[in-house]
């Protein structure tokens, strides 16, 4: 049943693509079928990803809503076996945000520049220590946590959360409890400790095979759409089931 409703999500984002996005209107119009979308593609044709309607003056889009950007890394901190409830979890980030509370958690942002800049932080938050406490979860790029300016949040007792891309991930095997983050696409899964395999947010993600290729949909995004997404490393991987929790996941390919 839950592979029928997943498959039925699935549908009707593709659906709903063609009758209201350009981009995906012009694919279908012309060839019959919705070809993979590559970064750089989506990056060059990014105003006709937005669904007719929908799409906004760059000055006055407000950007992406928090609350959407929250869930996607809630559900992929607790697929990697990461609990959230009644803790902090701060994001490294090049951007700050203010924080929110939400699902029971206080979701907050570190700076990723240097070490000075922690006490900003903490004094706009109005954290009277140093930075993340014992409990805390810090959810950071491979590169920053190995970073100086950063170095002292992995020294400091919170549990680190590395988030790594499918094209890191086809080169070396994601760490077990680590994200599959893509920055252009967002929280898209992660790895849990007891198999080792990247599970798929399935709620918010479909994998399939398309001319021999793995290509994703994310079944809740709106603007941008995104429909049929290649990834940069989709090459190495392919959708399966995992052998031990029986859920959708990327399996690499021989």
């Given at each position: 049943m839950?592979?029928?409703q997943h498959h039925a999500r699935y549908t009707r984002a593709v659906r709903r693509a063609v009758a209201t996005v350009p981009h995906y209107r012009e694919r279908y119009a012309a060839t019959g079928t919705l070809p993979p979308l590559t970064r750089d593609e989506a990056g060059l044709r990014l105003h006709l990803l937005m669904?007719?309607?929908?799409?906004?003056?760059?000055?006055r889009d407000p950007g992406r809503p928090a609350t959407e950007h929250l869930a996607e890394l809630r559900d992929a901190l607790r697929l990697a076996g990461h609990r959230t409830g009644g803790r902090e979890v701060y994001e490294v980030s090049l951007a700050l945000r203010d924080p929110v509370r939400a699902y029971g958690t206080d979701w907050r942002v570190?700076?990723?520049?240097?070490?000075?800049?922690?006490?900003?932080?903490?004094?706009r938050y109005g954290n009277g220590?140093?930075?993340?406490?014992g409990d805390a979860l810090v959810v950071a790029d491979a590169g920053q946590l190995r970073d100086p300016g950063t170095g002292a949040l992995t020294a400091a007792g919170p549990v680190t959360v590395e988030r790594v891309t499918l094209a890191a991930a086809a080169r070396t095997?994601?760490?077990?409890g680590s994200l599959w983050y893509e920055p252009w696409l967002g929280h898209l899964g992660g790895v849990p400790a007891d198999c080792g395999e990247l599970h798929l947010s399935a709620s918010r993600v479909h994998a399939r095979l398309l001319d021999g290729a793995t290509v994703l949909t994310l079944l809740r995004r709106r603007r941008p759409t995104f429909v049929h997404v290649r990834p940069e490393?989709?090459?190495?991987?392919?959708?399966?089931?995992?052998p031990r929790h029986g859920v959708p996941i990327l399996g690499r390919t021989p």
């Open positions: 839950r592979g029928r669904p007719l309607g929908s799409s906004l003056l760059a000055r570190l700076l990723a520049t240097t070490a000075d800049a922690l006490p900003q932080v903490s004094e220590g140093p930075g993340p406490g095997r994601p760490a077990p490393g989709a090459g190495s991987f392919a959708p399966a089931s995992c």
